[in-house]
């Protein structure tokens, strides 16, 4: 049984920083791609970093220069290092797994991952 568990998020002012930790159980995140997603209240959830198993990232342009993606395959953990904070950033984050390897779908897409996390709160005041 696949589980992926989100921690690390809060509350902080803008311009701080927060770091998300993804862990996997019963999935080795090394396998496929992971990916990063939030959705804040009254909108659609939103890509927001993915990494491949080659290491390749890709980031929306919302948050290109101030978040970086991480994977620690040893400990099998997914990091999402969240740094420039603003309130825009606010929503719940979610961890996500592709494990069927939908490569035809875009790395930030929704549709392309089957396993989800239960999502953790950020939420950043001005």
């Known amino acids: 049984q696949v589980q992926l568990v989100e921690t690390g998020g809060g509350s902080v002012q803008a311009g701080g920083s927060l770091r998300l930790a993804c862990a996997a159980s019963?999935?080795?995140?090394?396998?496929?791609?992971m990916g990063w997603f939030r959705q804040a209240p009254g909108k659609g959830r939103e890509g927001v970093a993915a990494i491949d198993s080659d290491g390749t990232t890709n980031y929306a342009d919302s948050v290109k220069g101030r978040f970086t993606i991480s994977a620690d395959n040893s400990k099998n953990i997914l990091y999402l290092q969240m740094n420039s904070l603003k309130p825009e950033d606010t929503a719940m984050y979610y961890c996500?797994?592709?494990?069927?390897?939908?490569?035809?779908?875009?790395?930030?897409?929704?549709?392309?991952?089957?396993?989800w996390g239960q999502g953790t709160q950020v939420t950043v005041s001005s």
């Open positions: 019963g999935y080795m995140i090394s396998s496929g791609n």
């Open positions: 996500a797994a592709d494990s069927l390897r939908r490569r035809w779908w875009p790395p930030l897409s929704v549709a392309r991952y089957n396993y």
